[in-house]
């Protein structure tokens, strides 16, 4: 521990000259690809430029993360989400524009949600939900507020654990995810807010203390990727049910959920204490496992072991979330060097420019999970051995997110 301290003391004083060098080394953006006004701030400039990449690429939202078919599907809802943020920071109605014809095309009328069975009960159906609140807000169509009032009938019903804990899907039965606790957690929160019932933030609250309590490792700081009650997977520790490893993405769900929870839950709340609690462990057990690059592994606490590799999704997201939880005044000050030095990690080793001024953004894992066909038994070996592709949605999406929050106190 005290060599992990060194290392963080030494990231910390070596990062402002990281960052300068940074800015001097922004290029001016290529004819074809919008060009951002606030071009001293090289996050806003980088969070623009890589939204107008995305759509550019991706003309029709249904088609972020790769999809091939018009679906309500979890990573599409995270693309759009950092669209929605584009729209809330820049004032251009096309971000907007882009979110609602995938929505509108997937809603009809009567509230009813493009191929979602709700007698999946799966959580991953949830979190396309969160952009339904703007959208409602913005143009005041009721079949946004009808959806929003089936995802949370889902919930109502749900399976869950029996202390309380969301099953991650009915197929994953006693089973919670760290994953899951994003998915479904933050929509919660903000739909209580919203339509004033409160004791959907109770559950937002809720889900995350049962999941804290079961997956959460006090001698590294991280939390396991998942939690089996039954312990009847092959994958859990037959004594404490936990999967095997730290996945380093599953702890970006995590850290973003505790963060956007956060929006939503008042001052007064008899759980904000632990949330923050929570936001200021893993805040500082990060910079532990951050490499000299600034990025966070596949495997968070193996980076050096063989095979494993810098992944773009879990860096976005924990960029994300401490820039966010600084600005929120979560944390101290100081961690706001944490993301930087992960932005820039990822604008030197992951992030390309291509010949048509679009910016990609590679080593993206492509999917991670436990059980299921063929068998997931969440070893080291699974972990490395997933698909890896570029300008995945569950990194890109956080990536304009991280840049906007960092862009905020720049």
Known sequence: ???????????????SPLTAQAKGSLTAPVAGVYAPQAENNIYKVYAQRFAD????????????????????GYAQGVGCCAMLDMWRATGERRYFDYVEQWADSLI?????????NMSDYNLDFINSGK????????????KYKQAMDVLIRQLSRHPRTTDGGFWHKLVYQHQMWLDGIYMASPFM???GATFNQPQWIDEAVRQIRVCHKHTFDARTGLYYHAWDESKNQRWANSVTGQSPNFWGRSIGWWFMALVDVLDFVPADHEGRADLIAYVQGLAASLPYYQDKD????????QPER???FPEASVTTQCMYAIAKAVNKGYIDPKYRAVAEKAFNGLKEKLLRENPDGTLTLTRCCQVG?????PYRDGSYGYYIGEKIRDNDAKATGPYIMGCLELGQTN
């Open 131 to 142: 952009v339904l609140f703007a959208l409602y807000k913005e143009t005041g169509k009721e």
């Open 53 to 72: 990449s995305e759509m550019k690429r991706f003309p029709e939202a249904w088609q972020l993360d790769h999809g091939k078919r018009l679906f309500f």
């Open 294 to 301: 600034g990025l966070w592994y596949q495997v968070i606490d």
């Open 108 to 116: 009809n009328d009567k509230g009813e949600i493009h191929l979602y």
């Open 306 to 308: 063989e095979g494993n």
């Open 189 to 191: 929160a903000e739909y």
């Open 1 to 15: 521990m005290k060599t992990h301290c060194y290392l963080y003391a030494l990231a910390l004083c070596c990062l």
């Open 369 to 373: 999970g436990l059980g299921g066909r």
